[in-house]
């Protein structure tokens, strides 16, 4: 076969697969058309669907802030508890000196009426009298009462301190919420960005929320219990043992 | 009791809630500190303070990097240092522990438990 007969050929073959590719692309215009059609109306879709991630990322701030401001109106009013807290066990304070006072002068007064009662002699009248003050004037038991009241009242004082906790322990549950929705905002602002890029508008300033600097325990629980000190003394004792064990294999 | 305390707590009402119990103990001498970098400064103007009760979780210096800084200069490695904190999983005591805490104590206390832990520190 000469070499031009050869080159016809090649050029037939050629407009052969340049027919294949027009019927091809004959049958692919209408998947085309179907495609464009549905981008042109999956768009507005879009650009609904970024509305309302704008909306929602909008209202994330506020619901920090509120967050923010229920920790903060938790922490003055706890203050404020403790101010009176403070006050209350003053005051006992007080209490107990003025009953311990009491107590010394009912002593006292005591030793003088049996010192009176030594002094009356044979005039049994008298003493009948005097032994009645004494009976009268012992309000020892009473005394003592009111002691004990006062170290409950105390005790309860120090029982409400404890439980004031549980302020410090939700505080770091909500930083715990915070945080979670900060970052969601973050992800629906990089969603945005995202968006943004193909050419959709979306009016939503891009600018990306910073997490702020918090630190808490997402597991913080409020459980009064003693035995979680128990639980925790019981590790430290282990983690010991065994630490001084691995000390000795190095000394 | 010669003893005075460096409070470290980012929360207002826990640095009161342990001063409150520290008095009730029989201390009076406190100082307070907001985070682990605070206390630092606090340590540095102070030289009084010889017992330190720290909270972990803070911001700008958390408890265990403030307790690792305490550790690491010649003139604080030897305060007794008291962990105060929410975190109770064996993680956490272990990590407290290697960072060279005197002892740990979980929140809520009472203050039967701050008095004992001090006072075994204090024997030790």
Redesign the interface.
């Known amino acids: 076969m000469s070499e031009s007969v050869k080159s016809l050929n090649d050029i037939v073959d050629k407009l052969h697969e340049m027919d294949n590719v027009f019927k091809f692309g004959e049958k692919m215009i209408p998947v085309i058309e179907a495609f464009v059609s549905f981008i042109t109306d999956f768009i507005p879709f879009i650009e609904q669907v970024s509305g309302s991630i704008e909306e929602t990322r909008s209202k994330i701030p506020e619901a920090s802030n509120q967050l923010d401001k229920v920790t903060n109106a938790t922490e003055l009013a706890m203050t404020e508890v403790l101010d009176k807290i403070d006050e209350i066990s003053a005051l006992l304070g007080e209490l107990t000196e003025s009953i311990n006072e009491l107590v010394e002068h009912r002593v006292s007064a005591e030793n003088l009426v049996n010192e009176l009662y030594q002094e009356l002699g044979e005039n049994e009248k008298a003493k009948i009298l005097v032994r009645k003050i004494i009976e009268q004037m012992d309000v020892s038991l009473t005394l003592e009462l009111m002691k004990n009241k006062v170290n409950n009242i105390m005790s309860s004082t120090d029982q409400i301190t404890m439980s004031l906790q549980v302020q410090d322990i939700t505080a770091q549950q909500l930083a715990a919420v915070n945080h979670l929705i900060i970052s969601v905002q973050q992800k629906l602002g990089g969603l945005l960005n995202a968006v943004s890029a193909t050419g959709i508008h979306v009016n939503e300033d891009l600018k990306q929320e910073k997490l702020p600097n918090v630190h808490f325990d997402a597991n913080a629980s409020y459980n009064p219990s003693a035995n979680q000190q128990v639980d925790v003394d019981s590790i430290i004792n282990n983690e010991k043992a065994s630490q001084e064990e691995i000390d000795k294999l190095f000394s | 009791m010669n003893r005075k305390f460096l409070v470290v707590?980012?929360?207002?009402?826990?640095r009161?809630?342990v001063v409150?119990?520290l008095k009730?103990i029989g201390y009076d001498q406190f100082v307070e500190a907001q985070d682990g970098k605070d206390a630092l400064d606090k340590l540095v103007s102070d030289t009084e303070i010889n017992f330190v009760i720290t909270d972990?979780?803070?911001?700008?210096m958390?408890g265990l990097e403030l307790t690792k800084a305490i550790r690491s200069a010649d003139s604080t490695k030897a305060l007794p240092i008291l962990m105060v904190?929410?975190?109770?999983?064996?993680e956490d005591?272990?990590q407290a522990?290697q960072a060279k805490v005197s002892?740990?104590?979980?929140?809520?206390?009472?203050?039967q438990?701050l008095k004992d832990k001090i006072d075994l520190i204090l024997s030790n």
Do not use: A, E, H, Q
């Open positions: 707590d980012d929360s207002v009402t826990m009161r809630i409150n119990t009730s972990w979780n803070m911001p700008v958390s904190t929410t975190r109770g999983v064996k005591i272990v522990l002892n740990y104590v979980v929140k809520p206390f009472t203050p438990i």
